[in-house]
C-alpha cells in the first residue's frame, strides 16, 4: 500500500511540475503577445513598406525585382552605414514626371556613397513606372527605356504598366515619392510634406559626425 501511495504521490507531483511549466509558458506567450508591437504594412510614415512586384529594366535587361533585398531588419536608426531607398512612382508621359525627372538625376548622383561631398548613408534610387493613359498614349517599356536614358538616371525601372504597384501603394498621381528606412519603414512620404525629396533625405538620414 505504501509503495502506491509513493507511486502517486511522484505522479502528483511530476503532475503539478508539469502544470507550473505550462502555466509559465502560457503567462510567458500572454506577456509577448500584449507588449509586442507588430509594424502595419502601410504607405503611411511609420508603416512597413508594401511589395514592388514586377520586372526591373537597370540600362541592359529586364530581370526580377527583389524589393525585400534593399532592406535589414536588424538596422538601427542613427546607423549612418544602412542604404535607404528613395521610390518614385511616375508616368513617363506625365508632363510633371518630365520636368522632375532631371532633379531626379541629380539627386540620385548627390546621395550616394560615390559622392565625397555627401557624408550621408548611400539612397538607392528606385523608379515604378504605370501608365495613366495620358492624352491617350499608351506606354511601352521601349518607352520606359528611353526615358530612363534620356535623363540619364542610372536606377532601376520598374514595369507597372499595369497599375498593380500604383493600386497597391494607393498612388494618386505622378510624380509621388516615398523615403524609406534601411529597415524597410517608410519614414516621409511627399503627399503629405511641404519639401521636396532632397530635402527630406537631408533632414531625416544621419549624418557621419553628427
Known amino acids: 500500500m505504501r509503495g502506491k501511495l509513493t507511486q502517486d504521490d511522484n505522479a502528483g507531483a511530476v ?21 509586442a508591437n ?44 544602412g542604404q535607404w531607398v528613395a521610390l518614385i512612382f511616375m508616368d513617363t508621359d506625365c508632363p510633371y514626371c ?30 515604378s513606372a504605370t501608365e495613366l493613359n495620358i492624352q491617350g498614349h499608351d506606354s511601352s517599356r521601349s518607352e520606359i527605356q528611353d526615358f530612363r536614358a534620356e535623363y540619364g538616371h542610372n536606377f532601376p525601372y520598374i514595369d507597372d504598366i499595369d497599375q498593380d504597384n500604383m493600386k497597391e501603394w494607393g498612388i494618386p498621381g505622378t510624380p ?17 510634406a511641404n519639401e521636396d525629396l532632397s530635402q527630406a ?8 559626425g553628427a
Not at 176 to 192: K, T
Not at 201 to 208: A, F, G, H, L
Open 176 to 192: 509621388n515619392y516615398f523615403l524609406i528606412q534601411p529597415d524597410g519603414i517608410i519614414a516621409w512620404v511627399s503627399d503629405d
Open 38 to 81: 507588430p509594424i502595419a504594412i502601410g504607405t503611411d510614415v511609420g508603416e512597413r513598406a508594401p511589395e514592388i512586384e514586377g520586372k526591373a529594366y537597370n540600362g541592359t535587361t529586364w530581370t526580377d525585382f527583389d524589393f525585400e533585398g534593399y532592406f535589414d531588419n536588424s538596422w538601427e536608426e542613427g546607423n549612418v552605414s
Open 15 to 35: 503532475g503539478s511540475a508539469a502544470l507550473s511549466v505550462a502555466c509559465l509558458f502560457f503567462v510567458a506567450i500572454m506577456i509577448i503577445a500584449f507588449t
Open 98 to 127: 518630365q520636368q522632375s525627372a532631371s532633379s531626379q538625376t541629380d539627386w540620385a548622383n548627390t546621395y550616394n556613397a560615390n559622392n565625397p561631398n555627401w557624408n550621408g548613408p548611400h539612397v538607392n534610387f528606385i523608379a
Open 201 to 208: 533625405i537631408q533632414r531625416i538620414t544621419p549624418r557621419e
